[in-house]
């Protein structure tokens, strides 16, 4: 593949992986019913907070106009991404590597 619109194969799995990011904290939200936040505050001590979210409250998330984007730019973006996955694995593991994964 080559340039889209000036992004390159890397600045496409970079964008895909960003969004990815906003979907993985999405679906979190929803199989735990409610979202969950953690604070360091030592080396050895950490406050977590868990905030229930009700059924309307998750309907209306799945309704958010950002939820809705970042649904539209995945599937769009995921067989581009495959494509180039398949055809530059090495391209594909060093943004990966950046966000931390490597397949």
Do not use: W
């Amino acid at each position: 593949m080559s340039n889209f619109h000036n992004l390159d194969n890397e600045e496409v799995i970079f964008i895909y992986m960003t969004n990815r990011k906003f979907i993985e904290q999405y679906e979190g939200i929803f199989n735990n019913r409610g979202v969950e936040s953690a604070v360091d505050l030592s080396d050895n001590a950490y406050v977590v907070s868990f905030k229930e979210m009700t059924e309307q409250d998750l309907l209306d998330l799945l309704d958010d106009p950002h939820y809705k984007y970042c649904l539209s730019v995945e599937e769009k973006l995921a067989p581009i991404v495959e494509l180039i996955q398949e055809e530059l694995p090495e391209l594909y593991n060093k943004v990966a590597s950046s966000f931390g994964k490597v397949e």
